[in-house]
């Protein structure tokens, strides 16, 4: 007897990630526990939702950790210089603007010797994805403190906890003029590919802050159990969903990142707004 095609089950299909990453480059170098990889996935599912070809995607990187993710995957790629990243990525998008240009880059790499480019990026409103990879240290180079380590905790620089306030990069990129600012994590690994996936479609500077755990450096000195432990405190239990923060008291949203999307709107993008002086002077003569 034949099942109604109603009644019948679906079956999901396994993601291919291997038709985004290069051949012959697995397993990665990150450390056991970081949560790189995750993020990566939910970018690969986020990139492949849009329908662009792997020829339309440029990803681009600085240096550290996370910008170790060019190696990894099949599209047009640059690992640049540290702090460098949206310099060149900024470059990119002014000679083929046509291309979805993806920047991924640390908190370390984007905030402290990238803070500059930083802010003249969202500023200008130039058509780019920037996914900031925050695990509070500098992770490749001896875990020292970052732009974005909690004040009190331990780094290789900060041995009796850091008494600097860190960064928020959601609110300076918002203050600085970027037209789309969210947050996620590597805990909520499908809420964050959805995310991705909205930035990456919208016109204007994106910039998703994603929370992230650094089990080698970060957790070690300030006493966490384990990788998972790590995800648990930092991502589960100190995060809200921006939809669930309205709902709430103020009590219970004291000291956590809210996630999801914090601010969009709509505004002229810079390459098409230097397009069109350029059209219109050449028409002129």
Excluded at 75 to 101: D, E, I, Q, W
Excluded at 109 to 121: C, K, M, Q, R, S
Excluded at 233 to 249: F, M, R, W
Aim: aromatic residues 8%; contains cysteine; charged residues 25%.
């Amino acid at each position: 007897m034949s099942v109604p095609a109603e009644k019948k089950e679906k079956v999901s299909v396994p993601f291919d990630y291997n038709k985004y990453l290069r051949p012959n480059k697995l397993p990665h170098i990150w450390c056991p526990g970081c949560g790189h990889g995750i993020v990566l996935k939910a970018m690969l599912r986020a990139i492949d939702k849009t329908g662009f070809d792997k020829n339309d995607i440029c990803v681009i990187s600085g240096i550290g950790c996370s910008s170790r993710t060019p190696g990894y995957v099949d599209f047009n790629t640059m690992h640049t210089l540290h702090g460098r990243a949206l310099s060149f990525a900024t470059g990119v998008k002014f000679a083929n603007p046509k291309l979805k240009v993806i920047v991924v880059t640390g908190d370390g790499d984007a905030l402290a010797i990238g803070g500059n480019h930083f802010i003249h990026t969202c500023r200008r409103n130039i058509d780019l994805t920037v996914l900031v990879f925050t695990n509070a240290t500098y992770g490749m180079t001896g875990g020292q403190y970052s732009p974005t380590t909690p004040m009190g905790s331990q780094a290789t620089t900060s041995r009796y906890g850091s008494i600097e306030p860190p960064f928020d990069a959601c609110e300076m990129a918002k203050a600085s003029g970027a037209s789309f600012v969210a947050r996620g994590t590597a805990y909520h690994t499908l809420e964050l590919e959805k995310t991705i996936h909205e930035a990456i479609m919208h016109k204007g500077t994106s910039v998703v802050d994603i929370i992230d755990a650094c089990p080698t450096y970060f957790g070690r000195a300030n006493k966490f159990k384990s990788a998972t432990h790590m995800m648990e405190v930092i991502e589960k239990d100190n995060t809200v969903n921006v939809k669930q923060a309205d709902k709430l008291p103020p009590e219970k949203l004291e000291g956590k990142f809210l996630r999801g999307v914090l601010h969009k709107i709509e505004k002229p993008e810079y390459c098409e707004q230097y397009e069109s002086i350029v059209m219109e002077k050449a028409k002129a003569k």
